[in-house]
């Protein structure tokens, strides 16, 4: 072997040495001052989002009375990211695939609502995602909490999901009579809403389209893939949407079947920059297809109505105020002719004013940092106050009306999850506590409505 060829495998060898040393260096510094632990955190049980916005398109279908609803299956509901709403980790036995639609198109484990036994206490959530959230991560604690504060109730409680992604009045009075229609009981009504009538209705009637209507935005990009009326730029965006969340699951696919990168932190760290680059990527494009669904052209295949507010920024919360306690009043106006009690609850919201104290991360998590990323913030300022208003004529109007916008003032701790709406799991057990209680005060065995002969 020649002197040039030893030197060579030597400079090589010296190469693969110095970078196995900096691997390792990299290594120890990642792990040692927990470097980059928000990338890194992504490869812990993260899955699609959940329900409710316009990447979920393939597990959605058109609904003639509600807009839209998810496809029924077995043990492929909506998928919700474990990390973010499980921050100790997630419960035994919790998993994705676990999570059903039934043939309503409602998250539950109960396949037929029609097939619930007569002599059940049924309890019916209604409102967004989340309403159905509640019900998910913390019904448990719902039903527990009811069967303490009532210790006469002598039937099991059959806890009914009716809740959405992005569902506003009139969406849950109309879900509501669709089920009484079809024979459906019930013994009490939950209404949880108020973000989606605030930050759908109010982007929708800014952009001239009634917010009587489902979100636009929402409507549109279903049915213009279900009956093939999307335009070019729709497809294209709606496209480039998906292609950043595939390329985002193939990495997360990468590391965790790989066992060498599942035990790197410098790799997590590495890919998972990348991952949220192709999730920022696809949030951007998102807000770009909201803004072309929301526009008033090629509507004329949709019905529509006209306002003197509509095209105006923030010249529609009477409107929206008023259509969503007139919803409420008619979906406890049908709650007593049942023989049933009717509860609505007012959801909180981080951008209430003074509503939780938050660390910098849970405002950075929040989008309080910059609240000009979403137009949530805007929405719920603007729009809550009008929403409170018409809370306290509900009550006025003899409904069990409930402001719970100050649920979180004494809570430090992390709740908020995104920069919409969502909490974690801690967040919806104080949630369902809170309802539980307001309901429990109300309804006693002496007055709850017996079940059938």
């Not at 299956?73 to 973010?84: D, V």
């Not at 059940?120 to 959230?133: D, E, I, K, N, P």
């Not at 309080?368 to 809370?391: C, E, I, K, S």
Request: one cysteine or more.
């Amino acid at each position: 072997m020649s002197e040039n060829w030893k030197k060579r495998c030597a400079n090589v060898l010296a190469l693969l040495v110095s970078l196995a040393l900096s691997l390792v260096a990299l290594e120890g510094s990642v792990r040692g001052f927990d470097l980059l632990a928000r990338p890194r955190a992504v490869f812990g049980e993260s899955t699609p989002e959940a329900e409710g916005s316009p990447r979920d398109l393939g597990r959605t279908q058109i609904h003639p009375f509600l807009g839209w609803a998810i496809r029924p299956r077995e043990g492929q509901g909506p998928f919700y990211e474990a990390r973010r709403y499980f921050p100790d980790g997630k419960p035994p036995g919790w998993t994705s695939e676990a999570l059903s639609v039934n043939e309503f198109g409602f998250l539950t484990d109960i396949g037929d609502y029609r097939e619930v036994d007569a002599d059940r206490f049924v309890v019916g959530v209604f409102g967004g995602s989340v309403a159905t959230q509640m019900v998910r991560f913390a019904g448990d604690t719902l039903k527990a909490e009811l069967e303490a504060r009532m210790p006469d109730l002598d039937r099991s409680i059959a806890l009914l999901n009716f809740g959405a992604g992005a569902y506003k009045q009139p969406q849950q009075v109309i879900a509501l009579v669709e089920m009484v229609t079809l024979g459906i009981r019930f013994d009490v009504i939950i209404n949880v809403d108020g973000l989606n009538e605030a930050a759908f209705g109010g982007f929708d009637a800014e952009k001239g389209l009634h917010p009587v209507f489902p979100s636009m935005g929402h409507y549109k990009s279903r049915a213009g893939l279900a009956t093939g009326t999307s335009s070019e730029e729709q497809i294209v965006k709606t496209a480039a949407v998906l292609l950043e969340k595939r390329a985002a699951r193939r990495l997360l696919d990468r590391v965790s079947g790989s066992a060498v990168l599942r035990r790197s932190e410098f790799a997590k760290a590495s890919l998972g920059l990348l991952v949220e680059r192709h999730r920022r990527r696809a949030t951007e494009i998102e807000a770009e297809l909201q803004e072309l669904l929301t526009t008033k052209e090629d509507m004329s295949a949709i019905a529509s109505l006209s306002d003197p507010c509509l095209g105006k920024e923030d010249a529609c919360w009477d409107l929206i105020a008023d259509m969503w306690a007139n919803a409420s009043w008619l979906m406890g106006a049908i709650s007593t002719e049942l023989g049933g009690r009717y509860f609505h609850f007012l959801q909180p919201n981080q951008f209430v004013p003074e509503s939780k104290p938050m660390s910098d991360e849970e405002q950075e998590v929040a989008g309080l940092h910059d609240m000009g990323r979403t137009t949530f913030a805007r929405m719920v300022r603007n729009g809550y106050p009008h929403l409170q208003a018409g809370g306290k004529e509900l009550r006025g109007r003899g409904v069990e009306f409930h402001d719970l916008t100050m649920l979180f003032a004494q809570h430090p701790e992390p709740l908020y999850v995104d920069d919409c709406c969502h909490y974690n799991v801690h967040g919806y057990r104080l949630l369902a506590k809170a309802v539980a209680e307001a309901v429990a005060a109300k309804v006693r065995q002496s007055d709850a409505r017996q079940p059938p002969a």
